[in-house]
């Protein structure tokens, strides 16, 4: 079946330092991968996707790398500010699918 | 950013009781999503829904659940007889595209 596993499930950073947030993954059939973050009571907020036939993608301070061949992602999150403190989940999906599969998960915490 | 929007926040209920979770997607959006996730537990796919009908669901979606999009803007979720499992965060997702899916606040179910 499928899984996605995250190495760290709690990552603490200094504010103001870049964060780097990774993400296995298991079925080489994902054609694309969301990044979300859901604040405690919140729903998942989209925070930047990317498609398999890619390997970078750059947002507003966020930058996910994708590798396939160690089928691994990673999030980095540029000059870490209080508000990015969440739990951050990716999440692959498959052309084929609609259904997203989420892991359990890393947190983040932001140090002032 | 989009915004999808979901009622009531809260829902507390007896078991065999019937509950309609109601989620407002934004109007351009065409994909429709159930997610829930239990305390403490991942994100779980119940049912997609596109094009006016079921596009995929789980095996958690069973004859218990329902979804319908009655009026072209509401989309809604029934669980005919609840169960004390079923007690959990329910979120709405929606997006223009499959790849997109912006998730709602979540109605947290309780059953008593």
């Known amino acids: 079946g499928e899984s996605v596993g995250l190495h760290l499930p709690t990552l603490s950073v200094q504010e103001g330092d870049n964060s780097i947030i990774n993400c296995a993954y298991s079925n080489s059939a994902s054609d694309y991968f969301i990044w979300y973050k859901q604040e405690s009571g919140k729903g998942p907020q989209f925070i930047i996707d990317?498609?398999?036939?890619?390997d970078k993608r750059q947002g507003q301070r966020v930058t996910v790398l994708l590798n396939k061949t160690v089928k691994h992602l990673s999030l980095q999150i540029a000059a870490t500010q209080p508000g990015d403190s969440a739990v951050y989940f990716c999440?692959?999906?498959?052309?084929?699918?609609?259904?997203?599969?989420f892991g359990s998960g890393t947190r983040l915490l932001v140090r002032p | 950013e989009p915004e999808v929007t979901q009622t009531p926040s809260h829902q507390v209920t007896q078991m065999g009781q019937e509950v309609i979770l109601r989620c407002v997607p934004i109007?351009?959006?065409?994909?429709f999503y159930w997610y829930r996730q239990i305390l403490g537990q991942k994100v779980e796919f119940l049912v997609s829904?596109?094009?006016?009908?079921?596009?995929?669901k789980s095996e958690i979606f069973d004859d218990q659940f329902s979804v319908e999009r009655p009026d072209g803007s509401n989309f809604t979720l029934k669980i005919r007889s609840t169960k004390l499992e079923d007690s959990a965060m329910y979120f709405c997702a929606a997006g223009q595209t499959q790849e997109t899916q912006y998730f709602g606040p979540g109605t947290r179910l309780l059953v008593l």
């Open positions: 109007s351009n959006h065409l994909y």
């Open positions: 829904f596109y094009n006016n009908e079921i596009s995929e």
């Open positions: 990317i498609r398999s036939n890619m």
């Open positions: 999440a692959p999906g498959r052309d084929s699918s609609y259904k997203l599969i």
